[in-house]
């Protein structure tokens, strides 16, 4: 329940919060931003996008969203601006929030400029690649999501193939195979982009990134373009370089062989059916949940299964019947209810076997007041 509160808003006003509505107080004079709330009325908190939210040491976060309407204002891009965007649809999950602010660069320059933007208003974004392994919270993400759906670029060079971060990686997969370039079968028919799979050094059927990248272009913490040259002391399983720098990728480039087409498809029409046959589109997932450990002696699958917890169910969501490492969006789940899910089997198998699983999906977007309730 929230509590009635008054918040300081810039140097002449003050938010009155209260329930599921907020007003400007003007003070000695003071005037609310131009096209916020007016002076001593109030409006919907969801009318203008103001988020209120739980928080440890004080009754709320307040996130600013006077700053974002500002912000749409002052940017003029060539790709797509939104407000209030849906997540749901944009994840292989299916289920999350909105976004406060959405955009669609449509080329590096227009990133560039967003990034800029946002850096100078201090207002948080995250970037969004084909939305696989990734659980967005119910309350959305704060600030803006960038989405690289746009910046979806190929160039071949001899053996070499560069791919843009928005390319869906199958996409990639198939292209190499049509050029007759072996290297990037492995991945076939997976979710997700190629900046996804970079980032996450995507790994399965004998395959890994890290096994065929010669180098990836970024942008850097100081949003300069910075190419990446592999380095194979920075990789390892599930592991890459960019998982501890806050940077964005715009593109990856690929060392391959030479091959025969046909021979090519056959493996990935092989690498699909397996992936059919061990339910992956059955229901809305992010293919596996947890990591492999060889430690535990056993595929994750297998030791979820053992734990008897396939079928099992938390609201909407699911362990499938068909493959214990597959949790799924049975039924209209909520991302609480599969955050729930997750943290469950973890329990149970680590009550059972000692064995702490890994996810390998990552929780995104604005988890406080779920977090603050299992405190």
Known sequence: ??????????????????????????????????????????????????????????????????????????????????????????????????????????????????????????????????????????????????????????????????????????????????????????????????????????????????????GATIINENLEREYVPFKTNEWNYKKSPFQNRNCIILSAEFSLERAVPSDLWIEMKRIRKDREDKGHFRAPCAGSTFKNNRAFGAPSGQIIEDAGLKGYRIGGAAVSDWHGNILINEKDATAEELDKLIKFVQERVQEKTGFLLEPEVIRVGDWRSIDAESD
């Not at 300081?8 to 919060?17: D, T």
């Not at 944009?90 to 289920?95: G, K, N, P, V």
């Not at 198939?174 to 028919?189: P, V």
């Open 1 to 214: 329940m929230y509590r009635p509160a008054y918040y300081q808003y810039g140097h002449n006003c003050k938010l009155w919060v209260h329930s599921n509505t907020v007003q400007l107080v003007p003070q000695q004079g003071g005037e609310s931003p131009a096209g916020a709330v007016h002076p001593n009325s109030s409006v919907s908190i969801s009318q203008i996008y103001l988020t209120v939210l739980p928080c440890t040491g004080s009754p709320f976060i307040i996130v600013d969203v006077y700053k974002l309407i500002d912000l749409k204002r002052k940017i003029n891009i060539r790709g797509s601006l939104r407000e209030q965007e849906s997540l749901k649809n944009l994840t292989s999950f299916r289920l999350g929030g909105k976004a406060d602010l959405y955009a669609e660069p449509s080329d590096e320059e227009d990133l560039l400029h967003l990034l800029r933007a946002l850096k100078e208003m201090e207002i948080p974004w995250f970037i969004l690649g084909g939305g696989a392994n990734i659980l967005i919270s119910d309350r959305g993400i704060r600030g803006m999501v960038i989405s690289m759906t746009r910046l979806d670029s190929i160039s071949k060079k001899e053996s070499s193939l560069t791919l843009g971060a928005g390319l869906p990686v199958s996409d990639g997969a198939a292209y190499a195979a049509d050029k007759g370039l072996k290297g990037l079968e492995f991945i076939y028919a997976m979710p997700g982009s190629v900046g996804g799979a970079l980032w996450m050094n995507a790994r399965c059927y004998g395959g890994e990134i890290a096994g065929i990248l010669k």
